[in-house]
């Protein structure tokens, strides 16, 4: 039982580049979630599926866009990286909401 | 002000002490998760907490939540180098829904053997 699996696990961009950051999860969670994480601060939430076909946007979704195809995906994609999307990327999904959540490993993303 | 602050930032424990982390919040927890985070990893679920005087323990891990619901401790007893990482709470604030978690920035824990 993988859990939720993040690739790449490093990248670096050039500004104004483009990339997508894959997720999967193989526990049939119908919640998934992408989070930023920066140095000092708490997780950010950038968007978020509540199943197959429904996103959202969290607190901090400009730059990006994702979608749910199917339950045990949801990419992420950054378009036209910019320095300030330098960051850790956490993936994550819970069967319920509340309820845990289960993360990724991440993906360190470095753009110059 | 912080919505959401952990104490210590930092805390470096020698093997075989005790410790406490803090979660502290301005509004009301409906919902508070530990999380641990080694470098370089994902963040492992810890523990969750719900009710005000709530206390749920994994083996020397123990956490609990106030009568108030504004503040979560966590308890280490007799540490061990495998509990160095950093700890994380995040808090549910709006009434069950983790759209809306507030993460804590995180307390790094250092264990000398």
């Known amino acids: 039982n993988a859990g939720v699996t993040q690739t790449p696990k490093f990248r670096i961009l050039k500004i104004g580049q483009s990339m997508t950051l894959q997720c999967a999860q193989d526990m049939n969670h119908n919640y998934m979630y992408w989070y930023r994480q920066d140095p000092g601060m708490g997780l950010k939430l950038i968007y978020y599926?509540?199943?197959?076909?429904?996103?959202d946007k969290g607190e901090v979704p400009n730059g990006y866009n994702v979608s749910r195809s199917t339950t045990e995906d949801f990419p992420l994609r950054l378009e036209l990286a910019a320095p300030s999307q330098t960051s850790v990327y956490f993936c994550?999904?819970?069967?319920?909401?509340?309820?845990?959540?289960?993360f990724g490993n991440g993906t360190r993303l470095t753009v110059t | 002000s912080q919505e959401l602050e952990q104490s210590p930032q930092s805390l470096i424990v020698q093997e075989g002490k005790n410790l406490t982390i803090n979660c502290t919040s301005s509004k009301t927890l409906y919902g508070l998760y530990w999380y641990k985070q080694k470098y370089g990893e994902g963040l492992i679920f810890l523990m969750m907490l719900q009710k005000g005087g709530e206390e749920k323990s994994h083996e020397k891990i123990t956490a609990k939540l106030d009568e108030k619901k504004q503040q979560s401790s966590l308890h280490i007893t007799a540490s061990q180098p495998s509990h160095a990482g950093i700890y994380l709470c995040g808090a549910d604030r709006s009434g069950g829904s983790n759209y809306k978690l507030t993460f804590g920035k995180g307390t790094l824990l250092t264990v000398n053997p």
């Open positions: 599926s509540v199943g197959a076909g429904i996103t």
């Open positions: 994550a999904s819970s069967y319920s909401s509340p309820g845990p959540l289960h």
